[in-house]
C-alpha cells in the first residue's frame, strides 16, 4: 500500500514539473514570431515648401532664338606658309652667333658666322679656274694671230676656241659654287656669313656657339616666322563636327585677355580623326595685332547654320550647386521643384541663357540662393 502512494507522488512530481518546462518554452522570446517591417518613404529632396511663398518673386523663362554655339580650346600656332627656315649650305663650326631665339630680326641681318672647309675649297678651284681662263684666252689670242698668218690650220684654231670655253665653264660653276656656300669671290674667307632670308621673330633655333653644322644633314638653325598671321588648331570632336564649315568664321578670346574678341576664318578641317580622343584637327586663320604669342591658350566660338528657341531667365535664378546648375520651378500646389538645367551664354543685362531642363513660358524663383538658404534652415 505504501509502495502505490509513492508511486502516485512520484507522478505529481513529474507532471508539475512538465508543466513548468512547458510555460518556460512557451515564455521564450527568441521564439517568438518577430513584428512586422515598417518602411518609411524619405522626404522628395528636390521639392521646396515654404510657408510663405509670396516671399520669392518669381520670374518667367522668356524664348530666345539663337544660332547653336559651340566653344573649344586652342592652341596659337605659327604659320608654315609663313615661317622660312635659316641653314647654312657650308659644313664647318660656328665661331659667332648674333641671333637667339625670340628676336625680332630683319631680312639680310646678320645671324651667325660659320668656319669651313667647304668653302676654303670653294676659293682654291675659284683661283684655279681664273688662272686656267686667263691662260687659255691668252693662247687663243695668239692662235688667231697664227690662223690669219696661215701658220696653223683652222681645226687647231677650233681645238684652242673649245678649251679656252671649257675653262670659262668652270670658272662660272666655282663662282655659283661660292655663291650657294655663301660667301663672296672678292673677299676670299674661308669664315661665311649667314643672314636672315626674311623679316620675323626667330621661333626656333638649334645652333649654339662653337657647335657644328653638317649643312643640309643638319637641322635648320633657325626658323623665322612671320607673326603677323597665325594660325589657332583647335581640337574639335567627331560630334561636333557639323558646327564647322570651311571659309566661315570664329571668334577666338584669348585667356590672358579676356575681354578682347578677334575673328578669324576657317581654313582646313582636318581630314583623319584622332584615334584616343576622337578629334579632328581645325585650323583658323587669324591677324595678330602683336597680342598672341605661340603656345597661347585661346577659346574658339563656331556659330551653327540653323537657329534654336532656348530660354533667357536671370542669372539671379541659377543656383550653381556640387558643379551643377539649378532652378527653382513653381508648382501650382506652392511649392518649388528643383530642376537641372544647363546653362549657356551670359545675356545683358543680367541675364543668362538656359540650353536645356526648361522650357520657355514656365515661372521660377528670381532669387534661387535665397529659397534655399530658406530652405536649409
Given at each position: 500500500m505504501k509502495w502505490m502512494i509513492f508511486v502516485q507522488a512520484a507522478l505529481v512530481v513529474a507532471s508539475v514539473l512538465l508543466s513548468g518546462c512547458n510555460q518556460k518554452m512557451t515564455a521564450d522570446p527568441r521564439l517568438a514570431e518577430p513584428p512586422p517591417t515598417v518602411v518609411q518613404s524619405e522626404r522628395d529632396a528636390s521639392r521646396v515648401k515654404v510657408e510663405h511663398p509670396e516671399r520669392f518673386p518669381l520670374a518667367t523663362v522668356i524664348a530666345?532664338?539663337?544660332?547653336p554655339l559651340l566653344n573649344v580650346?586652342?592652341?596659337?600656332?605659327?604659320?608654315?606658309?609663313?615661317?622660312?627656315p635659316v641653314v647654312s649650305m657650308a659644313a664647318g663650326r660656328v665661331v659667332e652667333i648674333h641671333a637667339r631665339l625670340g628676336d625680332k630680326v630683319s631680312k639680310g641681318q646678320l645671324l651667325m658666322r660659320v668656319q669651313s672647309a667647304d668653302v676654303?675649297?670653294?676659293?682654291?678651284?675659284?683661283?684655279?679656274?681664273?688662272?686656267?681662263?686667263?691662260l687659255a684666252r691668252a693662247q687663243l689670242t695668239r692662235a688667231k694671230i697664227l690662223y690669219e698668218k696661215g701658220a696653223i690650220a683652222q681645226k687647231d684654231l677650233e681645238v684652242i676656241q673649245e678649251a679656252e670655253e671649257k675653262t670659262d665653264v668652270a670658272m662660272e660653276t666655282a663662282i655659283e659654287r661660292l655663291r650657294v656656300l655663301g660667301a663672296n669671290k672678292d673677299h676670299p674667307t674661308p669664315v661665311v656669313d649667314i643672314v636672315a632670308p626674311a623679316s620675323g621673330v626667330i621661333t626656333d633655333q638649334q645652333v649654339t656657339a662653337a657647335s657644328g653644322t653638317q649643312g643640309l644633314a643638319s637641322p635648320s638653325a633657325f626658323i623665322i616666322s612671320d607673326l603677323s598671321h597665325v594660325w589657332i588648331l583647335c581640337d574639335v570632336h567627331e560630334n561636333d563636327l557639323a558646327f564647322v564649315h570651311l571659309g566661315e568664321y570664329a571668334e577666338i578670346r584669348l585667356n590672358a585677355y579676356p575681354?578682347?574678341?578677334f575673328k578669324g576664318r576657317i581654313s582646313n578641317i582636318g581630314s583623319i580623326l584622332d584615334p584616343n580622343i576622337r578629334t579632328a584637327k581645325v585650323r583658323i586663320e587669324v591677324g595678330n595685332s602683336g597680342l598672341m604669342r605661340l603656345g597661347m591658350f585661346?577659346?574658339?566660338t563656331f556659330h551653327g547654320q540653323k537657329t534654336q528657341v532656348s530660354g533667357v531667365v536671370p542669372a539671379s535664378s541659377i543656383l550653381h550647386l556640387h558643379d551643377r546648375?539649378?532652378?527653382?520651378?513653381a508648382q501650382p500646389d506652392t511649392t518649388f521643384h528643383r530642376v537641372e538645367v544647363r546653362s549657356g551664354q551670359m545675356l545683358p543685362p543680367g541675364r543668362q541663357?538656359?540650353?536645356?531642363?526648361?522650357?520657355p513660358g514656365e515661372r521660377v524663383v528670381a532669387d534661387a540662393l535665397l529659397l534655399q538658404n530658406t530652405a536649409e534652415q
Open positions: 530666345h532664338a539663337t544660332a580650346t586652342g592652341v596659337v600656332s605659327a604659320d608654315v606658309a609663313r615661317s622660312v676654303a675649297d670653294a676659293f682654291s678651284d675659284y683661283r684655279q679656274a681664273v688662272a686656267d681662263e686667263r575681354n578682347l574678341t585661346v577659346q574658339a546648375d539649378w532652378v527653382f520651378v541663357q538656359i540650353l536645356s531642363g526648361i522650357r
